[in-house]
């Protein structure tokens, strides 16, 4: 029920901004979280926003780098300063308690993933 969308390919120190939608689902509703899955790697945290928009949490190692912001009908994450270490397949996902937690287990819906990559 969630589309991740904008991922590609970059070069380090370039920006990108992936967008999430949903489709039947109110996602204003809910929390929305954004997790990636990097090679050889399992699926992470990178950060949250809450359903009002107005907390937001971020993994320690994409602090000042990315940040996430929302309307009524998407969640975006801004990723400026992009590294070849943040390459990955990038994940939207929507908890019910309209939080930032970062814990995946708390999330409900998930989006398919969008690929991001970085060359050096």
């Known amino acids: 029920q969630l589309q991740a969308s904008g991922g590609g390919l970059v070069q380090a120190g370039d920006s990108l901004r992936l967008a999430c939608s949903a489709s039947?689902?109110?996602?204003?509703?809910?929390?929305a979280g954004w997790f990636r899955q990097r090679p050889g790697k399992e699926r992470e945290f990178v950060g949250a926003?809450?359903?009002?928009?107005?907390s937001t949490s971020y993994e320690d190692s994409v602090k000042g780098r990315f940040s996430i912001s929302r309307d009524n009908a998407k969640v975006y994450l801004q990723m400026n300063s992009l590294k070849p270490d943040d390459t990955g397949v990038y994940y939207c996902a929507a908890n019910l308690f309209g939080t930032t937690t970062p814990n995946s287990r708390d999330y409900k819906y998930w989006g398919q993933g969008t690929l991001v990559t970085v060359s050096s």
């Open positions: 926003v809450s359903r009002s928009g107005t």
């Open positions: 039947k689902t109110r996602f204003s509703a809910y929390g």
